[in-house]
């Protein structure tokens, strides 16, 4: 007899010996016949027996062979029971010992067969962990009824490197973020498979389809149980789509088939800008996507009845055969199930009139969700149906004609019982629960559910992609619970830069910061301090700018959102100070011009006509202070001080759905200006009186007008749309228009260059900074303007550590010096491209390049090619 051993190369054959006589009981118990069953019975007693006696003269060479120490010989043919007295394990170098006894299932103390099926159990299960090359059990020896085993195992080389060959470096950085291979995890058929196919999977999006990839394992002579990979990538051609051609079409032209596969396409040479790649997974969608466009079109039995992609040389052609079926129109539509709403107000709701195309898509969005008005489920679920459901059923097709019965299920209506938000680790929950339009004890609305989503995004305090609504209904109490998750993101934003603001002016440097997410009332809370306290929403900016001794401007602002905590009317305040200086050709200051001012402000929402109005009144003081400063243009005004006392009160609505990237909604503005009427009360002659003395107390009314709105063209290109426009003058018709506050164009808006004080600077790129003026004003400002601007917007990246889009656009724009002078359509216009990158902690910051068509009388050189830079939301 042999000594007993087992091991990975041999538990098949010794598990068949203690398998035969359960497969023969499992044959008798099927009925089969008494002659087939003895013949079995026959056959494997007999190779039993053989292999019995093979056990006993050779060792097993199969999986499983066991063998025996010198101090004891086991019987195949007679097993006898042991306990187990010890376990110890040879060739572990780097895993521990006793996991991998625990791994067996083995304990020292437990009773086991020898020879048995519990030491081929212990092996699989360390097999199937993937750490070992080989393994096997011994009997290191046996006293009396005890035994003592002996894992023997050889541990799986260890990941030191891995290099690629065949692609250039910068793939390579790409692929070691694909693959999930790492420096010292055990290297197996598994992770080698795994890696073949991430990278594969990599270049076949890209259209390679024809890669191939050669993984080999490599000897690592500077680290012990080591290797490295040396993976090398032949990505091959690039598989393209040589021609796409569709029969079987007789009603849809192939040209607007073709449109409709998005990510398939023929190549054409002169056409850059299209992909023609082939992609298996983007053509099968694309297939997917046609017969759809088809459902659309009232084809609803439409299918591709086969698809070849026939290889020509390294790229493909394409044919498709489609059945169109018949075109199907809708005929009669009835509802059942309806109690609370009549049949011929669901049948308004749903637009849908007798003789229309039938297009499943387009029923689907009238009865769930319709984004261009109502639809049947807001109309339930508005008024707190939130159980509510509809199915169309398609009760009669008949020739090109279906009959539909709309099947509803109304339910109860629901009451919010618990509102729940989770996510916020710096905003408080109050100022997150005054932001919701879900509140407990009222009927449930999903139309208030969107707009709570919509007002927690323009916070600007949490992630906009990553808000989360999840109605939890209770179907038993009627009741639902709404829970709001958000996702912080950094709102707090330090401005410092430096930029040309021309030859005039020079360099100009900038130091801001502002607090979006303030707290007053931790204030003295000092471990709520991150740099300052945070979570109340209240917002504290401060702003310093300056060009050495020529320019400085210093701003403070501080704004409470909730003024008392119990309904949204704000408070802020505001104080601000300015200087220009004038200097000769010594560098000596020769005149300045200094603004001060402060301004309250208040305002309320409104919830007339609806709850995205709101209402902010303000007052102002501004001083103006003159000496000796020649390049104001303020009707040649050059020294004094003049007052200006303002109140301004706007009233607006806003419906964006994203501060940053807007991709529906609008806003809309009238803001009216108004000081007190001075010309009323003071005692002067127009005629003849100095100008000094004249605007001594600024007087004039104000009014503008600001209307923006996008509109999605396609995912998420959007379009968007402005105007704007405004107007200044007097109320005695005898005094002359202020020379303040009039209107400059040109320029970024809110670019370097323009700091013209004591006017109201409007953007108009293509133009420089402060050049579109009437062209008799000897640089003072318009006292009419208006302006309209057309931009596409596409979003490169949307997340919390970076928004950047880019965008196209055209605008025109023009400036006049008096009402008789006005015609809104003649226009200073200029198209151009731009980028605009939003990171929380510099807020959003753009770049444009724009080329101005007309030229400005007396200034030649202002239009033409020109860059522009912007810090902020471009208002106007």
Known sequence: MKKLRYSTHSLSLFESMYSHNKFIHSLSEKNITKGIVFSLLFFSLFFGNVISVVAQTTPFKGLGSFGTSSKKDFDYANPKEYTIGGISVEGASYLDPNALISLTGLRIGDKIIVPGETIGLAIRKLWKQGLLGDVSIEVDKVEGEKIFLKLILTERPRLSRF?????????????????????????????????????????????????????????????????????????????????????????????????????????????????????????????????????????????????????????????????????????????????IHSDTLLSSVLGIRKGDVYNPEDLQKRMSYNPTGLDITSLYMDDGYLFFNIQPIEVRVENDSIDIEMRIFEGDQATISKVIVTGNTRTRDHVILREVYTVPGQKFSRSALLRTQQQLSQLGYFDAEQIGINPIPNMADGTVDIHYSVVEKPNDQIELSGGWGGGTIGFIGTLGLTFNNFSSSRLLDFSSWSPLPQGDGQQVS??????????????????????????????????????????????????????????????????????YFTLSNSLSFLRYSLNNYTRAGFRNIIDGSFNNIVFNTTLSRSSVDSPIYPRNGSTISLSLGLTPPYSSFRNIDYQTAEDVDIFKFVEYHKWMFDNTWYTPIAGDLVFSARAHMGFIGSYNKNAPTSPFERFI??????????????????????????????????????????????????????????????????????NWGSFQDFKPFDLKRSAGVGARIFMPAFGLLGIDWAYGFDQIPGNPAANGPQFHFTIGQMLR
Do not use: C
Not at 592 to 604: D, K
């Open 163 to 339: 290099d690629f060959t065949g692609i250039p470096k910068g793939q390579q950085n790409t692929l070691k973020d694909k693959v999930t291979l790492v420096r010292g995890r055990i290297v197996n058929d598994v992770i080698i498979k795994n890696t073949e196919v991430a990278i594969k999977q990599h270049y076949i999006q890209k259209g390679f389809n024809n890669i191939k990839v050669n993984i080999v394992q490599k000897k690592d002579t500077t680290l012990a149980n080591s290797i490295r990979l040396e993976i090398d990538v032949d990505k091959g051609k690039k598989v393209r789509i040589e021609d796409i051609e569709i029969e079987g079409n007789e009603a849809i032209a192939d040209k607007k088939l073709k449109r409709k596969m998005k990510k398939t396409k023929e190549f054409v040479a002169w056409n850059i800008f299209r992909s023609s790649k082939f992609i298996p997974k983007e053509f099968k969608n694309d297939k997917q996507s046609l017969i759809a466009y088809y459902n659309k079109q009232g084809y609803r039995d439409a299918y591709v009845i086969s698809d070849t992609v026939k290889k020509e040389g390294d790229n493909v052609k394409i044919k498709l055969t489609v059945n169109e079926g018949n075109k199907y129109h809708y005929r009669n539509i009835t509802w059942s199930g309806n109690y």
């Open 542 to 611: 401060l702003r310093f700018q300056a060009s050495g001794r020529q320019f400085q401007t210093y701003s403070f602002s501080f704004t409470e959102p909730w003024l008392g905590g119990k309904k949204p009317n704000s408070f802020s305040i505001s104080l601000q100070h300015s200087k220009q200086s004038e200097f000769n050709f010594s560098r000596e200051i020769t005149g300045n011009f200094q603004v001060s001012g402060i301004t309250l402000a208040l305002g309320r929402r409104l919830r007339v006509p609806d709850n």
């Open 745 to 814: 164009l040109g320029g970024a808006g809110l670019g370097f260059g323009n700091l013209l004080l004591g006017s109201d600077i409007i953007g108009l790129r293509g133009y420089e900074d402060n050049s579109v003026v009437p062209s008799d004003s000897k640089r003072e400002g318009g006292v009419a303007y208006n302006k309209f601007v057309m931009e596409l917007r596409y979003p490169v990246t949307l997340n919390q550590a970076a928004s950047i889009f880019v965008l196209a656009f055209a605008e025109g724009g023009n």
